[in-house]
């Protein structure tokens, strides 16, 4: 399951859910052959000597890591007579599991060998490069490479204990590490066997397939004919027809969010997908509110046991925010009004149904039991979750491992409903499960009988344009959510995601794209301002950042940010940078004769409003390290912040040290504290308790962070207790996913980078709310990252 280009909506119909279908070169070009014919293969192809002192110089370089070296090493060692071409893929395939991609594509790697190591590595400044693999890969064909994958302890075309397993295609190879293509199998034969689930067996919970005795995962049938799609809750129509019409108003217009809580409810296995301010939260309060209602229609029914779920502790506590406000608002007298015998009832379920939907959202490590030092959890297909429902929020981050650990928890009889934007960048771990599932979402393809059962049940006619006879199971048990009620018409932000995030094609060409990205950027929308850094001289360089992180520069947006109004019509206030929260953090401090032990009330209203200040701006960067990574702009940031006087610390303390002011980002879970990967915290100075004694004055460093705990709004921990922290004046893309910030400024680096892809350009600008800096270090950056 690579991370790759998932806009094609051209799949042939008999498609392995994980498969990439995209058209692979199967032998390097023209003039890669023409020069294969005149050079010598290098000495790394046939020697296993040569291969390894090569391996040594690319981690010297760090272009290929220690492992994928160690993993060589250890089969060369163990293997007798291993072919060094087979050694060589596995090295690059263990490689990719680094940078996110479950497998190697041999002709891929042919195509574009260059992209198969980190190329450039962050801060590379080392002199005498060894060989690119472009001049190594430059005399093999891929009918060469496939030869060479043979050896009867090392690899095999599946089942058995080889470490590597090999998957021919018509067009290419792929690599994997036995783990991972287990996953992947086991992924798809979980996904398989709730969409063939048509009933379930009373007495065992397994699911049955129409027409035979017993379908288990092996047996269920994804390949092309289109499977009947569980009854679930289709044994109510009328009650879920009055449902849906409950929770949504008549609309002249198709209401996606109710076609997906239709096809959600007659599902076993779901995802609804859609980009920023689509409406996902909204939907899926709505389909927990409409799956209860089904559930207690009949009297004396238990309700469902639902449970919330997201990737990181910060996607969770976002999540819990938004769907705490919206549960009070669902018309819960209207869905009891459904039920049979509801006026005798009406005093239980008045009570009852709100108290069925739930608002407490956990981490999927905490769901599934994560065990110290391992990577096991304590539910397992032995031990399964208890639960009827599961929602997964930002899907998108989930890696393959956690999914398919996630789907052998789950009982037989339960829902899974994956929730996220399949554009987002996938998870920093091997797989982009949620974008491969949602390949073919754009186009939709529901069958004839799915169309004709949402138009009954929603009354919404879909356009023709939707609907595909060949369409596939896995096709009917996705909605993407197509309406934006956060960008409309009149925002930059919204016009460029769209530009940025189509996929290139036979009619989009990449000059096409990025005159459409260029178009948008030179349009003058009030919300996006485009900064290049490398047309300045340095110092104007310097300033024109430092302008932007100290308060946003205001006079770069159309009118200087002013008279702007948001959806509701209330003023909008201009662009800020990070000298917002720091005067807040100085203006709003209280008074000093407070005991901080005594009196916590102010001390958390402080820093309450203090964090929220802080989510007024952020800057998001590509890289960690280098001057243009976090590493080096966090630093260079907290020194233009201290010439400010925002700012009061050493040279040593910006660097390595604690200061008050300083936001700090939590790396690892730590359950002992509360606080999970991804929290954001401000360190504050509050009274010392020994100031009554001999030290008036004196004042100790807070790390303040924000809790959804309405009695303690605020966890004070102490800085010697947090090991696993980050400054986070600069963030990558990938830490902000599940964030959104009000002024988000997103610098890309001065070099091309592999990891500078479309997806990350739309993960970064779309964590902007009401105004974006789009920064390029230097001109042209843009052009290559939104084509790749």
Known sequence: MSKRDKGSTNDPVNYDLFADDTPTPAEPTAAVAATAQKAEPHAALYSIDALLALCERWVARGWLRDLDRALVRFFANEANEAPPLLLLGAALASHQLGRGHVCLDLAATLAAPDFALSLPPEGDDLNDPPPLPSEVLATLTLS?????????????????????????????????????WQYEQTLHQEIAARLATTELDKTGGRPLKRGSNEATPEHADVCGRELQLAKGDDSHPQILKDALHTLFRPTTTLDWQK???????????????????????????????????????????????????APTGKAAARLNESIAGQVSQLPFKGLMSLWEGASAREDQATELLPATIPTEVTTLHRLLGARPDTRHFRHHPANPLALDVLVIDEASMVDIEMMTAVLRALPATAKLVLLGDKDQLASVEAGAVLGDLCRRAEAAHYTPTTAQWIAEITGQPLPEALIDPDGQPLDQAITMLRVSHRFDAHSG??????????????????????????????????????????????????????????????????????????????PMAPPTGYQHYL??????????????????????????????????????????????????????????????????????????????????LITQNDYTLGLMNGDIGITLAVPDPRSSSGAPGRTLLRVAFPTSDTDKPINWVLPSRLHAVETVFAMTVHKSQGSEFKHTALLLPQTPNPI?????????????????TLIEAKRGILNDAVAR
């Open 144 to 180: 060469e490479w496939q030869a060479a994958l043979h050896h009867p302890t090392l690899i095999s075309d599946g089942p058995g204990n080889t470490p590597l397993v090999k998957s021919d295609s018509s067009l290419t190879t792929r690599l994997y590490l036995r783990r991972y």
């Open 259 to 309: 076609t997906a809580c239709a096809l959600a409810a007659r599902s076993h296995f779901s995802i609804i997908t859609g980009g920023p301010g689509t409406g996902k939260t909204t939907t899926v309060v709505r389909l927990l509110a409409l799956l209860q209602t089904l559930q207690l229609a009949e009297p004396n029914a238990h309700p469902l046991r639902i449970r919330l779920a």
């Open 493 to 570: 932000i919204g016009q460029l995601a769209q530009a940025i995030n189509q996929p290139l094609s036979d009619g989009l060409t990449p000059k096409d794209k990025q005159n459409a990205v260029h178009k948008v950027l030179r349009h003058g929308y009030p919300d996006v301002h485009h900064l290049i850094l490398g047309t300045e001289g340095k110092s104007e360089e310097d300033s024109a950042l430092e302008r932007l992180v100290v308060n946003g520069s205001p006079a770069r947006f159309p009118n200087k940010g002013e008279g702007r109004r948001d959806h509701a019509g209330q």
């Open 583 to 664: 005067t807040m953090l100085d203006t709003q401090r209280p008074d000093n004769a407070l005991s901080f032990e005594e009196h916590r009330e102010p001390y958390h209203q402080w820093a309450s409003q203090v964090l929220h200040a802080y989510g007024h701006f952020q800057l998001l960067c590509a890289l960690r390290k280098g001057p243009w990574g976090v590493e080096g702009l966090n630093l260079r940031i907290a020194k233009v912040l201290r010439s400010e006087k925002l700012l009061s610390a050493s040279d040593i303390e910006l660097e390595k040290g604690w200061y008050e002011g300083r936001p700090v």
């Open 756 to 772: 500078l892809t479309r997806e990350l350009v739309y993960t970064g600008i779309t964590r902007a709310r009401d105004w974006l």
